[in-house]
């Protein structure tokens, strides 16, 4: 056709010089083709990135989840101890996630620990289902039950729309991890005197979860305070 110009790139044109009346509709590129791949952001962090699933009890601190005779346990005191005469070692007090159980342990300076594979998956408190717990993830709606009894004393302190950090080993949940610091709000109480102070005693407290503490002697119903979920006690007024 007169006026037009096509240009070609082809490895085997044979086939399609057979065909000269679709030359001219043909378009062909140099470029390299490329097949698209899923991004690794979209994938989930722990899946990205692999851990490191042994260290050095030397680097044992609290906090360390750490895995022994097949089961996770968490570090909760710990001591380098370094004597005049023989091998340096680390005594630890561990807790077992599963059973609850505190216990000594000693392990070698230098001696290899596996660590154990727990991670956190932030959920939300909504609402108590006989004797289930009921947290959302709130990216997908999706709904976790967990036994009373998997909570265990920590269910005294647990308030709807509570956000906390569910504890997994395997795939297998085996803690609840909730807030360090909660507000509630005194439901029943002895009536606050006029003039009493927080240094001139103290009274027994029921809160909205069901929970009792001791509070200053000024604290009445409805007023609204903050516990330290650790050692269940009166911290200040909101």
């Known amino acids: 056709m007169a006026g037009m110009a096509t240009s070609f790139n082809v490895s085997s044109p044979s086939s399609i010089l057979s065909r000269p009346s679709q030359l001219s509709s043909l378009s062909f590129s140099s470029k390299p083709f490329f097949l698209p791949m899923r991004s690794s952001a979209r994938m989930p962090l722990r899946l990205r990135c692999p851990r490191i699933m042994a260290f050095s009890s030397n680097d044992i601190k609290v906090g360390s989840n750490i895995e022994v005779d097949g089961a996770p346990w968490r570090v909760i005191e710990f001591l380098h101890v370094k004597p005049g005469k023989g091998a340096a070692f680390v005594r630890t007090k561990m807790r077992n996630y599963i059973s609850g159980n505190t216990v000594e342990k000693t392990f070698r300076a230098g001696s290899t620990i596996n660590e154990a594979n727990i991670y ?119």
Request: a negative charge; proline letters at 4%; aromatic letters at 8%.
């Open 120 to 238: 956190k998956e932030t959920k939300q408190f909504t609402y108590k289902d006989g004797p289930q717990f009921v947290f959302m993830d709130l990216t997908t709606y999706e709904e976790t039950r967990v036994n009373e009894s998997s909570i265990g004393d920590k269910t005294k302190w647990l308030k709807e729309g509570m956000d906390c950090n569910l504890l997994l080993w395997n795939d297998r949940l085996i803690d609840v991890d909730i807030p360090i610091t909660v507000k509630l709000t005194v439901v029943d109480v002895d009536p606050g005197l006029k003039g009493d102070t927080a240094q001139g005693g103290s009274k027994p407290a029921t809160l909205d979860t069901g929970a009792i503490v001791n509070v200053p002697l000024f604290v009445n119903i409805g007023d609204e305070i903050m516990v330290d979920t650790r050692t269940g006690q009166y911290m200040n007024r909101a």
